[in-house]
T-cell receptor
Framework: NAGVTQTPKFQVLKTGQSMTLQCAQDMNHNSMYWYRQDPGMGLRLIYYSASEGTTDKGEVPNGYNVSRLNKREFSLRLESAAPSQTSVYFC????????????FGDGTRLSIL | RKEVEQDPGPFNVPEGATVAFNCTYSNSASQSFFWYRQDCRKEPKLLMSVYSSGNEDGRFTAQLNRASQYISLLIRDSKLSDSATYLCVVNSVSGGYNKLIFGAGTRLAVHP
């Protein structure tokens, strides 16, 4: 029962490096999301994809890009990592029905030096 | 003002205690409400949905007051395993997608 799977679980980057965080879900959900979580703050939405083929900016999109590769997969890319992007990143998925909660992956802990 | 506000705690309670968490939200058009639980360094997991009439799941009771834009979570007979951060989450449909707004969380520590 995989649910939402994120890779990698941990990553250390140097300032200016690029990387892609991967997310896949096997629940046949239409909507997928990327959040970041920083100490003392709630989860903040970076980007979301309401359905396959669409992506939109969330609350904190600067410095990130996303790709909804197919219904299952939604990746988050940092083109030029900055120390301010040190955070825990969570991917989530849901049905668009407002009554349905989101299901989360177990996170990627990213440190940028 | 934050869209979803919670007392950050921590709430330090002995085993067996009853503890209540409160949450307020600012968007009167919000449509669905949830409590999530997040253990240290783990992902948030759905604890329970919150229904207009209030609802109970074992030792957990959730209440919603739409007029006051207020949500609560009551935990009875606290267990050590209840120690976690509890996230108040408010949903609204915006631009065709299921948008969740998360509170920063209330930390609960249950001690022997």
């Amino acid at each position: 029962n995989a649910g939402v799977t994120q890779t990698p679980k941990f990553q250390v980057l140097k300032t200016g490096q690029s990387m892609t965080l991967q997310c896949a879900q096997d629940m046949n959900h239409n909507s997928m999301y990327w959040y970041r979580q920083d100490p003392g703050m709630g989860l903040r939405l970076i980007y979301y994809s309401a359905s396959e083929g669409t992506t939109d900016k969330g609350e904190v999109p600067n410095g990130y890009n996303v790709s909804r590769l197919n219904k299952r997969e939604f990746s988050l890319r940092l083109e030029s990592a900055a120390p301010s992007q040190t955070s825990v990143y969570f991917c989530a998925s849901s049905d668009p029905d407002r009554r349905q909660p989101q299901h989360f992956g177990d996170g990627t802990r990213l440190s940028i030096l | 003002r934050k869209e979803v506000e919670q007392d950050p705690g921590p709430f330090n309670v002995p085993e067996g205690a009853t503890v209540a968490f409160n949450c307020t939200y600012s968007n009167s058009a919000s449509q669905s409400f949830f409590w999530y639980r997040q253990d240290c360094r783990k992902e948030p997991k759905l604890l329970m949905s919150v229904y207009s009439s209030g609802n109970e799941d074992g030792r957990f009771t959730a209440q919603l007051n739409r007029a006051s834009q207020y949500i609560s979570l009551l935990i009875r007979d606290s267990k050590l395993s209840d120690s976690a951060t509890y996230l108040c989450v408010v949903n609204s449909v915006s631009g065709g997608y299921n948008k969740l707004i998360f509170g920063a969380g209330t930390r609960l520590a249950v001690h022997p």
